[in-house]
C-alpha cells in the first residue's frame, strides 16, 4: 500500500509496496508524485488509457478499480513486475479528500504464465480459438487457424460467435451452442466453415472451457478434414476409372481374392466370349466356377 497526500506527497510505503518496485526505502521509491514518475516506467496491460501514471490518477482522487500494469525502474530496465492495483479514497465529511491510497498486488507470475501460454498456443499447429463466454466474442486466434482458414487476426478477434461461426453448419450445431452458452465441454463434431474468399471447408470442432486471466472462455481445437476429404473423392474417382477400364478390356478378364480364390468381377469380354454371366461365378471359386 502507498499513501498518498493532496499535495501529491507520498506519506507512506509499506514493505510490501518497496519490495514491489525494489525500492529499499520511501526516499528510493520517491517522496513525490513527480519523483516517482521519474523512476518509473510503466505501460498499461489490460485498458486503452491515456500514459498518465497512476499515482497522478491517485493523486486526482480518481477511484478505480483493477488496472494492471506493467513496472520498470528506469536505472534497471531489465526488471519488469506486473501489478494490479487499485485506489480507495478517504474523504472529510464535506467531501473532500483526506487521504489517497494506491493498493498494489504482485501478479508478475500470473502474467508470465499467461505469457508463456499464449507463446505456446499460438505455436501449436493444431487450428485453435479462443472465445470468452461472457460476450461470446472470440479474444485468441492462433496461426494455426488463421492458415487453415485464410482469415487474418484481426478478422477474428472481436468478432462475435455469429460474425465468425466456428460451428457453422454443423452436426449437432443445437447441442454445441447450447454448451457454449452454458460454458460445457463441446464434444467433437464435423462442421463447414465459411471461408472469407467465399469457400468453405471441412473439419472436426471441439471445445473445451477454460480460464484466461479469471475469465471464463471456450478453447476451440479444430481437425482439418480437407484433405482427408480430397484423398476419399481421388479414392472413389480412381475406383471408378479402374472399374470402367476394367468392364471394356479386349481380353477375357477375370478378379479373384488372392486367399481364396472367389471370383469378385468379370469383364464383358468375358461374358461374350465364354457365355457365362456374373450370376454364374461371381462369389464363387475358381473351381466351382468352372475356372
Given amino acids: 500500500m502507498i499513501l498518498i497526500e493532496p499535495d501529491q506527497t507520498i506519506a507512506y510505503a509499506n514493505e510490501a509496496a518497496l519490495a514491489m518496485h525494489g525500492a529499499g526505502s520511501l526516499e528510493e521509491?520517491?517522496?513525490?508524485?513527480?519523483?516517482?514518475?521519474?523512476?518509473?516506467?510503466?505501460?498499461?496491460?489490460?485498458?486503452?488509457?491515456?500514459?498518465?501514471?497512476?499515482?497522478?490518477?491517485?493523486?486526482?482522487?480518481?477511484?478505480?478499480h483493477v488496472v494492471i500494469v506493467e513496472v520498470r525502474r528506469t536505472d534497471r530496465p531489465e526488471q519488469d513486475v506486473v501489478h494490479s492495483l487499485r485506489s480507495p479514497v478517504a474523504t472529510h465529511r464535506?467531501?473532500?479528500?483526506?487521504?489517497?491510497?494506491?493498493?498494489?498486488?504482485?501478479?508478475?507470475?500470473?502474467?508470465?504464465?499467461?505469457?508463456?501460454?499464449?507463446?505456446?498456443?499460438?505455436?501449436?499447429?493444431?487450428?485453435?480459438?479462443?472465445?470468452?463466454?461472457?460476450?461470446?466474442?472470440?479474444?485468441?486466434?492462433?496461426?494455426?487457424?488463421?492458415?487453415?482458414?485464410?482469415?487474418?487476426?484481426?478478422?477474428?478477434?472481436?468478432?462475435?460467435?455469429?460474425?465468425?461461426?466456428?460451428?457453422?453448419?454443423?452436426?449437432?450445431?443445437?447441442?454445441?451452442?447450447?454448451?457454449?452458452?452454458?460454458?460445457?465441454?463441446?464434444?467433437q463434431m464435423e462442421a463447414c466453415l465459411s471461408l472469407p474468399d467465399?469457400?468453405?471447408?471441412?473439419?472436426?470442432?471441439?471445445?473445451?472451457?477454460?480460464?484466461?486471466?479469471?475469465?471464463?472462455?471456450m478453447l476451440f481445437t479444430f481437425a482439418d478434414l480437407e484433405l482427408r476429404r480430397k484423398a476419399e473423392t481421388a479414392l472413389r474417382q480412381s475406383e471408378a476409372r479402374f472399374a470402367k477400364a476394367f468392364r471394356i478390356t479386349p481380353v477375357p478378364t477375370v478378379l479373384a481374392r488372392a486367399g481364396n480364390f472367389r471370383v469378385t468381377g468379370i469383364d464383358e469380354t468375358f461374358t461374350r466370349v465364354f457365355g457365362i454371366g456374373e450370376d454364374a461365378v461371381v462369389g464363387r471359386g475358381l473351381e466351382k466356377a468352372g475356372l
Avoid at 35 to 40: A, D, L, V
Avoid at 42 to 59: F, G
Avoid at 158 to 187: C, Q, Y
Avoid at 203 to 216: N, R
Fill in 29 to 64: 521509491l520517491g517522496p513525490t508524485v513527480d519523483e516517482y514518475r521519474e523512476r518509473f516506467c510503466l505501460r498499461y496491460r489490460n485498458t486503452v488509457t491515456p500514459n498518465q501514471y497512476l499515482i497522478e490518477r491517485v493523486a486526482e482522487g480518481e477511484r478505480f
Fill in 198 to 217: 467465399g469457400g468453405s471447408r471441412f473439419v472436426i470442432v471441439a471445445g473445451q472451457p477454460i480460464e484466461l486471466g479469471d475469465e471464463p472462455c
Fill in 94 to 187: 464535506e467531501g473532500k479528500p483526506s487521504c489517497l491510497a494506491l493498493i498494489l498486488k504482485d501478479v508478475t507470475d500470473q502474467f508470465e504464465a499467461e505469457d508463456r501460454f499464449e507463446a505456446t498456443f499460438d505455436a501449436n499447429p493444431a487450428p485453435a480459438v479462443i472465445t470468452r463466454l461472457s460476450e461470446l466474442r472470440h479474444v485468441k486466434v492462433n496461426t494455426g487457424f488463421l492458415e487453415m482458414t485464410g482469415f487474418t487476426r484481426d478478422a477474428v478477434l472481436g468478432r462475435s460467435v455469429d460474425e465468425v461461426d466456428v460451428l457453422a453448419r454443423a452436426r449437432h450445431r443445437d447441442l454445441g451452442i447450447s454448451r457454449l452458452k452454458e460454458g460445457g465441454t463441446i464434444p
